[in-house]
Nanobody
């Protein structure tokens, strides 16, 4: 089994910072990509940041220069450092990972449980 557990969400004032963490565990052969999505009330889920092995991280235009995604391969953990937070960043943030199991023969996306980020004064 593979499980993604998120942490780090909370309430923060505009201009503040938060760091989200997502740890993958289980029978993992390899992790091909990890990323963060978010979904605000009444809006569609959108990609915030993603990182693929061998490629540069990509970010939504709305978070470029403010958010940084990083990955610790040894711990199967991805982080999202969020700085200069804005009210429009308020959303449920979901970790996503494309993970290979069963000696690499089975590949699928896994999702974290979601963590609430609220930016408000």
């Amino acid at each position: 089994q593979v499980q993604l557990v998120e942490s780090g969400g909370g309430l923060v004032q505009p201009g503040g910072s938060l760091r989200l963490s997502c740890a993958a565990s289980g029978s993992i052969f390899s992790i091909n990509a990890m990323g963060w999505y978010r979904q605000a009330p009444g809006k569609q889920r959108e990609l915030v940041a993603g990182i693929i092995s061998g490629a540069r991280p990509n970010y939504a235009d709305s978070v470029k220069g403010r958010f940084t995604i990083s990955r610790e391969g040894a711990k199967n953990t991805v982080y999202l450092q969020m700085n200069s937070l804005k009210p429009e960043d308020t959303a449920v943030y979901y970790c996503n990972a494309r993970i290979a199991t069963n000696m690499g023969f089975n590949i699928r996306d896994y999702w974290g449980q979601g963590t609430q980020v609220t930016v408000s004064s």
